[in-house]
Nanobody, 126 residues
Framework: VQLQASGGGLVQAGDSLRLSCAASGRTFNTGAVGWFRQVPGKEREFLATVAWPSGNVVYPDTVQGRFSISGDNAKRTVYLQIDSLKPEDTARYYC????????????????????WGQGTQVTVSS
């Protein structure tokens, strides 16, 4: 499975962005696609995940409603909408895929994902 993240860039505080994660390669019947972000020198942070075939989404408490994950099965693409961007949202954003059936807690963890994209940089100016 190959994952290609895109949609990042330089934006101003208060703007919105929609990041895309396009998947190619083999398909699997169960699993999840998640979004994470990382700032140099810090741990990769979980942002959201969508599981299939259920379509259930999970967010950490820290997201505070500004992040929204969705998917388009026909395009094999998962999106992350980020609203009201803040300078502290500046980071490299990664998507990842798991082909393992798990519960919502399982998909919050980095080690639950086998496949990772290269990431897309988001920089928010104040």
């Amino acid at each position: 499975v190959q994952l290609q993240a895109s949609g990042g860039g330089l934006v101003q505080a208060g703007d919105s962005l929609r990041l895309s994660c396009a998947a190619s390669g083999r398909t699997f019947n169960t699993g999840a696609v998640g979004w994470f972000r990382q700032v140099p020198g810090k741990e990769r942070e979980f942002l959201a995940t969508v599981a299939w075939p259920s379509g259930n989404v999970v967010y950490p408490d820290t997201v505070q409603g500004r992040f929204s994950i969705s998917g388009d099965n026909a395009k094999r693409t998962v999106y992350l909408q980020i609203d009201s961007l803040k300078p502290e949202d500046t980071a490299r954003y990664y998507c990842a895929a798991s082909d393992v059936r798990g519960d919502p807690y399982y998909y919050r963890k980095l080690m639950s994902y086998r496949y990772w994209g290269q990431g897309t940089q988001v920089t928010v100016s104040s």
